[in-house]
């Protein structure tokens, strides 16, 4: 298959166009500009010069091609409403364009979508509440596809996708520890983060592109929960940091914007996901992962 797979250059978009050309599929890359686009050609991979805030130029592209798998977003979260709007559109824009085709369209949203306090699972309604509100309606917009005749499935991240090239919240925590001089946690520590490698994130987006049932959810959970006073205590000790911890109240100061994220328990399970796809992470856990001195140095 021919696979248009939006973030292609990103974190874990790169990861997912190596395991699509591992299993023998051809690949799309959306490139944002020339010099984008010359990374992709560079690993022999064909461009499509476009941006996710246009979304006929996403259009153009999933109708050329024989399936979308859509990763790219805009992570700002000083108006993050914003970008869960831009991406809504995108999402809206592709979909059109594969109605009535059958074709796979698979996105990316968060386990964070779910309450929070109990272990969320694929059928779970969103909280419209929740830490991940903002791609809610991404995943309505997907969701609906599936009776206009697209194959449309909602693949859930955990809010810590680990590996080398790491720019997500787990950085942002050891940054947060180094302008500080204190690697902190928040409360008793006790709240969940759901994890996975990017490694294994990317063979689960290929599976459910490939075998995904129209109008499912799915979750790319490696590791149903990590208490976050784990993950302080690594970053202390590579850092050579006291660990501590900060109230609620104080861990606005402390963490700013990252402080609504890294409070909330928000355990995921796969269970369903693993059993539907015979998906089987095998990287590094979390904590194994981090505990190494490539997220240091």
């Known amino acids: 298959m021919r696979i248009f797979v939006t973030g292609a250059t990103g974190f874990i978009g790169s990861a997912i166009i190596e395991d699509l050309i591992e299993a023998g599929h051809q690949v799309l890359g959306l490139a944002r500009n020339a010099e984008a ?3 992709l050609d560079g690993r022999g991979i064909a461009a499509h010069l476009g941006d996710v805030s246009a979304p006929d130029s996403l259009a153009a592209a999933a109708r050329i091609c024989d399936g979308v798998i859509h990763t790219a977003f805009i992570h700002n979260f000083a108006d ?5 709007k831009i991406d809504k559109a995108a999402v809206q824009a592709m979909g059109e364009a594969l109605a ?3 074709k796979p369209l698979v996105i990316t949203s968060g386990t964070a979508v779910l309450p929070a306090g109990v ?4 059928d779970d309604t969103p909280d419209p509440e929740s830490a991940g509100k903002h791609r809610i309606p991404s995943e309505q917009t997907a969701l609906a596809m599936a009776s206009r005749g ?3 499935s909602v693949l859930r991240l955990p809010p810590s996708v680990h590996g080398d090239g790491d720019h997500g919240f787990v950085p942002a925590l050891i940054a947060a520890a180094r302008a500080t001089g204190v690697s902190a946690y928040i409360g008793d520590g006790g709240n969940r983060w759901p994890a996975v490698h ?3 994130a990317a063979r689960l987006f290929r599976l459910v592109m490939e075998n995904g049932a129209a109008g499912a959810c799915y979750h790319a959970a490696a590791e149903d929960g990590v208490p976050t ?8 000790r590579r850092l050579n940091l006291p660990v501590v911890a900060k109230s609620p109240a104080e861990a606005a100061t402390h963490f700013g914007w990252l402080a609504h994220f890294f409070g ?6 796969s269970a369903q996901t693993r059993q539907e796809l015979d998906w089987r992470p095998s990287h590094a856990g979390l904590i194994a992962d981090l505990d190494r001195p490539a997220y240091f140095n």
């Open 37 to 39: 686009a010359a990374v």
């Open 80 to 84: 993050i409403v914003t970008s869960g």
């Open 100 to 102: 009535g085709s059958g």
């Open 119 to 122: 272990e969320g699972r694929e």
């Open 150 to 152: 697209v194959r449309a």
């Open 198 to 200: 990017r490694l294994d």
């Open 229 to 236: 006073r784990e993950i302080a205590e690594v970053i202390g």
């Open 264 to 269: 909330r328990d928000c355990p995921a399970s």
